[in-house]
């Protein structure tokens, strides 16, 4: 059973409902994997295999349910996020001021995993706070790309895309305000969806941001057909989740199975504001253009994006006020730069600015409604540059542009994230020297199937050079 770990999601599911191999055979071949990878990467950073045999131990005693939904994983092992909560886990949230912290209970999406019949193995590396698309932080250090372990995983949901990418798990949760699902997804060659708003629950009764819509947890595999199991077993309306959706009547995964093509996608390479390193573009260009072969008419468009950028900082800044305001008033000395920047950015914005964001957005919304009345979706490259050292906090500079913040260079995914649409990053590519480029796709307002549907047609039309799992990398 060795060969465990290079098999797709839903061919461990399908062995597992058959019973040909039992939950506990699923947590042995996945803690081996990390064992021999997770030196190299640093993806998996707390394990919490006793936990997991035990659930194993439950379902194998009490079975599984007579009528499973159709997200049921029969005991798959699964990462989540460290920013997100499990009963008896430690969860720093990446942060030395969580260091030692015991969660109390689980999050939403926690136990609507578990009740899906999914077995938490571990914890997945991520920024401070999830602030920055490089997976490093003073509790355990630098995540690193298993493509090339020189080079950095993006974030903030870094150490489950690695996890992924190595085959440490099948299936990994992570979160998305800039791009946190996105971003790594394309630097690792996995698929990152963000979900719509509610689609996936959040948060635990302590939780007090319950009316975000920005801030989304949802799912990340190795394909899309994985990635829509995985969507499918994270769905679910809850009372102490006010924006939470009901489940949909019709699986994502049947959208994901039908693989079906849009008539007409919305092409381009700076959604007219932001700068592109020369060969992502025309990498992302070439993969746009395949559509072409599936029958989609490919055009050049994009909606207006103008006051996205400023707009988006506001918002985020008034985020971090609300979410950090006793971290900086208690532990100040222990927060990263990073943070601290968006606090302050946050605390000097007059009520003017924060009013005229909101409008902003609303505009945007609507920009993009009209451009969907046109197209089926916007494709866009995921990220403006591939991936760079792990040493590197953050780009200041790309394509001769310079920036005076250290989430500008995120500008394909963050513009996005104020309009509600759910959006993907599916591996399109390879630079010269091996890298990674991810292909975003962007659909309409709660279009989940039918983004999903494009996916896993362009997915079925893509042949790629190198596939995951991989083992790590040093060139």
């Known amino acids: 059973m060795t060969e465990l770990w290079q098999k797709t999601a839903r061919e461990m599911v399908d062995l597992l409902a058959k019973g040909e191999i039992r939950p506990k055979e699923a947590i042995d071949a996945a803690a081996e994997r990390i064992a021999a990878t997770n030196g190299a990467v640093n993806a998996m950073v707390t394990l919490c295999l006793e936990r997991a045999y035990a659930a194993a131990a439950r379902i194998e005693t009490e079975g599984h349910p007579e009528q499973p939904g ?18 008896g886990v430690l969860c720093t949230q990446g942060s030395p001021i969580y260091a030692d912290h015991i969660s109390v209970e689980s999050d ?100 007090l941001n319950l009316f975000d819509d920005m801030s989304v947890v949802g799912p990340m595999a190795r394909n899309v057909g994985d990635v829509a199991l995985m969507l499918d077993a994270m769905v679910g309306q809850y009372a102490r989740d006010p924006i939470s959706l009901p489940v949909p009547n019709v699986p994502f995964q049947a959208a994901a199975q039908a693989a079906t093509p849009p008539k007409r996608i919305g092409w381009s390479a700076s959604m007219g504001v932001a700068p592109v390193e020369p060969e992502v573009a025309e990498i992302c260009a070439a993969a ?117 913040n250290y989430v500008d260079w995120l500008m394909h995914t963050f513009i996005v994230t104020p309009t509600g649409c759910p959006a993907v990053s599916l591996p399109c590519g390879f630079t010269k020297d091996g890298l990674p480029v991810g292909l975003q796709l962007v659909a309409p307002p709660r279009g989940e199937a039918a983004l999903l549907a494009a996916a896993a047609a362009f997915e079925a039309n893509c042949d790629l050079q190198w596939r995951t799992p991989i083992d790590p990398r040093t060139k």
């Open 108 to 207: 939403l999406e926690v136990r609507t995993l578990e009740a899906n019949g999914a077995i938490v193995i571990g914890k997945s590396n991520t920024p401070e706070f999830g602030a920055g698309a490089n997976t490093f932080n003073e509790v355990f250090g630098a995540t690193r790309n298993p493509w090339d372990t020189r080079m950095n995983a993006g974030g903030s949901s870094g150490g489950a895309a690695v996890n992924l990418a190595t085959g440490q798990t099948w299936l990994a949760t992570g979160s998305d305000l800039g791009g946190s699902l996105r971003i790594p997804g394309a630097f690792n060659s996995i698929v990152g969806f963000r979900p719509s708003p509610g689609r996936c629950p959040r948060g635990t009764s302590a939780s």
């Open 288 to 404: 746009a253009q395949s559509f072409a072969a599936l029958g989609t008419a490919v055009e050049e468009a994009c909606p207006d994006f103008t006051g996205a950028q400023k707009m988006f900082q506001t918002l985020r800044g008034v985020s971090f006020v609300g979410g950090h305001r006793k971290h900086m008033a208690e532990n100040r000395d222990q927060l990263k730069p990073e943070v601290i920047w968006n606090y302050e950015h946050g605390l000097a914005l007059s009520i003017e600015e924060v009013a005229d964001a909101k409008q902003v957005r609303g505009r945007l919304q609507q920009n993009m409604c009209d451009f969907f009345e046109t197209y089926d979706l916007l494709v866009t490259p995921t990220v403006m540059t591939p991936t760079f050292p792990v040493e590197i906090r953050y780009l200041d500079e790309v394509a001769g542009v310079k920036f005076d």
């Open 70 to 87: 159709p997200g049921y994983l029969y005991g798959l092992p699964v990462s989540i996020k460290d920013l997100h909560h499990v009963e």
